[in-house]
Nanobody, 113 residues
């Protein structure tokens, strides 16, 4: 079992930046991983993913503003978020795995207008 701990969330004004980190308790080099978010009252949505070979996908709503990356040596996945908008406000969750998926506890991101 892999435990994930997110950090880096917080409050920021519109247009600002935050960098989320997701530290894993074990090697994630061979895992499909990514970030999802859930705004209040809405369903969880996929934000960005990265495969073990480095293929990356983004939700249309964050393309050009968010960047996902991973450091296998540190067992950590990152989400750099630039140009934040109020609609990006949500709890952000990192995950690893496809069939068996492990989730972090979530970190709150709040963007004020």
């Amino acid at each position: 079992q892999v435990q994930l701990v997110e950090s880096g969330g917080g409050w920021v004004q519109s247009g600002g930046s935050l960098r989320l980190s997701c530290a894993a308790s074990a090697s994630i080099a061979s895992f499909y991983s990514g970030w999802s978010r859930q705004a209040s009252g809405l369903q969880r949505e996929l934000v960005a993913t990265i495969t073990s070979t480095g293929n990356i996908t983004y939700a249309d709503s964050v393309k050009g503003r968010f960047t996902i990356s991973r450091d296998n040596a540190k067992n950590t996945v990152y989400l750099q978020m630039n140009g934040l908008k109020p609609e990006d406000t949500a709890v952000y969750y990192c995950f690893v795995g496809r069939i068996i998926r492990y989730w972090g506890q979530g970190t709150q991101v709040t963007v004020s207008s």
